[in-house]
T-cell receptor, first 110, second 117 residues
Framework: DAKTTQPTSMDCAEGRAANLPCNHSTISGNEYVYWYRQIHSQGPQYIIHGLKNNETNEMASLIITEDRKSSTLILPHATLRDTAVYYCIAPNFGNEKLTFGTGTRLTIIP | SAVISQKPSRDICQRGTSLTIQCQVDSQVTMMFWYRQQPGQSLTLIATANQGSEATYESGFVIDKFPISRPNLTFSTLTVSNMSPEDSSIYLC??????????????FGPGTRLTVL
């Protein structure tokens, strides 16, 4: 897997956009970027993934830089239920083996 | 997506005993995996459960300690054998859905919280 680097923690006010950065400077051309989140003591929840184009779904948007060395997950209107640990992963076996780092602990503040 | 259930959701066990965790998915999937999450830590892949053949274990995990079965495309079990307090963790099942292209996505079950006394 390409090594990913994320901030340890972030706060965001409820109702505002939460922007979670991830650096993956060693990513190779065919490695996707996946985002998962884990709400306390639950199984990780898939959020979104992308290769080089920006992606959007009902949960979030994923912005990948043109050089693919970094990306940003955007939660457009954060709610208290978005408080979780967010993991950015770039697996090198397709999506078969996921290596979870320490992630970013996002706290949504009322 | 896939709906995944695990049984039991939690258990408290005595050291030296074994526990079998079940994972059931609502549709046939190509790949199933087992992860462990120790207290305060991130997830670590234990093994890939292969249908009809022996599981593929990651470094640091062995079949004698974590025997895995996968009799069909929707079900797998993980046994934690001869347990010690160090085995206290959340054990998670995951499945890979898709057709072998960029749409493939891995989904996780709710986890089994194991406490060994």
């Amino acid at each position: 897997d390409a090594k990913t680097t994320q901030p340890t923690s972030m706060d965001c006010a409820e109702g505002r956009a939460a922007n979670l950065p991830c650096n993956h400077s060693t990513i190779s051309g065919n490695e996707y970027v996946y985002w998962y989140r884990q709400i306390h003591s639950q199984g990780p929840q898939y959020i979104i993934h992308g290769l080089k184009n920006n992606e959007t779904n009902e949960m979030a948007s994923l912005i990948i830089t043109e050089d693919r060395k970094s990306s940003t997950l955007i939660l457009p209107h954060a709610t208290l239920r978005d408080t979780a640990v967010y993991y950015c992963i770039a697996p090198n076996f397709g999506n078969e083996k996921l290596t979870f780092g320490t992630g970013t602990r996002l706290t949504i503040i009322p | 997506s896939a709906v995944i259930s695990q049984k039991p959701s939690r258990d408290i066990c005595q050291r030296g005993t074994s526990l079998t965790i079940q994972c059931q998915v609502d549709s046939q999937v190509t790949m199933m995996f087992w992860y462990r999450q120790q207290p305060g830590q991130s997830l670590t892949l234990i093994a890939t459960a292969n249908q009809g053949s022996e599981a593929t274990y990651e470094s640091g995990f062995v079949i004698d300690k974590f025997p895995i079965s996968r009799p069909n495309l929707t079900f797998s079990t993980l046994t934690v054998s001869n347990m010690s307090p160090e085995d206290s963790s959340i054990y998670l099942c995951s499945v890979l859905t898709g057709v072998g292209d960029s749409t493939d996505t891995q989904y996780f079950g709710p986890g089994t919280r194991l406490t060994v006394l």
